[in-house]
Antibody, heavy 123, light 106 residues
Framework: QVQLQESGPGLVKPSQTLSLTCTVSGGSIGSNYYSWIWIRQPAGKGLEWIGRIYNSGNTNYNPSLKSRVTISVDTSKNQFSLELTSVTAADTAVYYC???????????????WGQGTLVTVSS | DIQMTQSPASLSASVGDRVTITCRASQSISRNLGWYQQKVGKAPKLLIYGASSLQRGIPSRFSGSGSGTDFTLTISSLQAEDFATYYCQQTDSSPWTFGQGTKVEI
């Protein structure tokens, strides 16, 4: 059974960098078949896709965050990570990592999710 | 970005009711759409992918239909455990975008 677990600081000061790691167990992050996703959700609001990475290191980012986001992968540790720079209160949210599996053509689906971790941006 | 618009934003229903949620894309996304269920304090859970394919382990009372710009999630007979918020998501083009959610309440 594949499991994902987010980890990182729950409190980040404004203007600093938010750093989170997602550890994958029960499956290899090195598989060429999947991509690995970060999504966030402010309290009481909807879901925002942040970006994704393949084990090759290729990435896609949400243009709304692209200038501040970096997603990286460490296949030796079976982890992938998120860095978000110059954070403000608007970046306060629950951050989820997830696995995206292909279903043919442009069909992808998020079949495994981490439990989510709350990151608060506050001084 | 492709905009995903769900309706209604919320609905009230009873156990046993047939419930339908719609999702409209701002441009054609073929069948590149998934539906997710989220309960309070939990991560979203995949229900349907490819517009109509039922994820393993999901009860058959859930079904999806549509293609192009208009999609539907149907719960044929609502159960107590189905009270949650439902999201559609397109994967046709980056950034993958979600609808704003539909809250199904008692």
């Amino acid at each position: 059974q594949v499991q994902l677990q987010e980890s990182g600081p729950g409190l980040v000061k404004p203007s600093q960098t938010l750093s989170l790691t997602c550890t994958v167990s029960g499956g290899s992050i090195g598989s060429n078949y999947y991509s690995w996703i970060w999504i966030r959700q402010p309290a009481g609001k909807g879901l925002e896709w942040i970006g994704r990475i393949y084990n090759s290191g290729n990435t896609n980012y949400n243009p709304s965050l692209k200038s501040r986001v970096t997603i990286s992968v460490d296949t030796s540790k079976n982890q992938f990570s998120l860095e978000l720079t110059s954070v403000t209160a608007a970046d306060t949210a629950v951050y989820y990592c997830a696995r995206a599996a292909p279903g043919g053509y442009s069909i992808w689906y998020l079949d495994y999710w981490g439990q989510g971790t709350l990151v608060t941006v506050s001084s | 970005d492709i905009q995903m618009t769900q309706s209604p934003a919320s609905l009230s229903a009873s156990v046993g009711d047939r419930v339908t949620i719609t999702c409209r894309a701002s441009q054609s996304i073929s069948r590149n759409l998934g539906w997710y269920q989220q309960k309070v304090g939990k991560a979203p859970k995949l229900l349907i992918y490819g517009a109509s394919s039922l994820q393993r382990g999901i009860p058959s009372r859930f079904s999806g239909s549509g293609s192009g710009t208009d999609f539907t999630l149907t719960i044929s007979s609502l159960q107590a455990e189905d009270f949650a918020t439902y999201y559609c998501q397109q994967t046709d083009s980056s950034p993958w975008t979600f609808g704003q959610g539909t809250k199904v309440e008692i």
